[in-house]
């Protein structure tokens, strides 16, 4: 199992970045698939899923509206698409699934939100 991020980098307040996701090693479409983020000094959060049924979205209230995630099973690729984007939304952003019980990550990739 692989996950490669890429898509971060370095924007101003208010800006939008979209983040991509790339699996391989196992059936992608089979898998809901995860966005976390880790600020420097805080825990690493969950900050959005995407189903493997239906494609449903889930996001914590407080990112709500400004955050969306996506995929595309053809190109085992899950995106998030970040707008309006906030200091506090200066993090390393990981790709995340679950298979059988164990955690797959990615190596993350840096958002870097400053004026």
């Known amino acids: 199992v692989q996950l490669v991020e890429s898509g971060g980098g370095l924007v101003q307040p208010g800006g939008s970045l979209t983040l991509s996701c790339v699996a391989s090693?196992?059936?992608?479409?089979?898998?809901?698939m995860n966005w976390f983020r880790q600020a420097p000094g805080k825990e690493r959060e969950l900050i959005a899923r995407?189903?493997?049924?239906?494609?449903?979205?889930y996001y914590p209230d407080s990112l709500r509206g400004r955050f969306a995630i996506s995929r595309d099973n053809a190109k085992n690729t899950v995106y998030l698409q970040m707008n309006s984007l906030k200091l506090e939304d200066t993090a390393v952003y990981y790709c995340?699934?679950?298979?059988?019980?164990?955690?797959?990550w990615g190596q993350g990739t840096q958002v870097t939100v400053s004026s």
């Open positions: 090693g196992f059936t992608f479409s089979r898998y809901d």
């Open positions: 995340e699934c679950d298979i059988n019980q164990e955690s797959f």
């Open positions: 995407i189903t493997k049924y239906n494609n449903s979205a």
